[in-house]
């Protein structure tokens, strides 16, 4: 799956930066680095899922972003923190394939 666009909601961008301490500037570099990306969730709407991109920034951080897949491949992000130990060990292993 490819991103092409990410929609911004103020709600979700103050729990990203109040909660877990991660910025619009770490999400938008989880999506242009080839992010590991998988289903999660069925959402509330029709064929508007909830997503889990995996991805190791720049930074050092390896980060895990929720997000609702809107049409035309948009992603509205409504969570993202640093990956727990079994997340991370899904994403090295996902990466070496």
Known sequence: MTINDIIWKQ????????????SIEEVEEVFNNYP?????AKGH????????AYAHIH????????????????????????MD??????YEKQKQK
Do not use: C, M, T, W
């Open 11 to 22: 709600q979700f961008v103050d729990k990203l930066a109040f909660k877990h301490q991660v």
């Open 36 to 40: 590991i990306i998988r289903k999660v």
């Open 45 to 52: 709407v029709n064929n508007e899922n909830v997503y889990a």
């Open 59 to 82: 930074s050092g951080r390896y980060l895990i972003v929720f997000f609702v897949n809107k049409k035309g491949n948009r992603a509205l992000p409504v969570s993202a923190r640093d």
């Open 85 to 90: 130990n079994s997340e991370r060990k899904y």
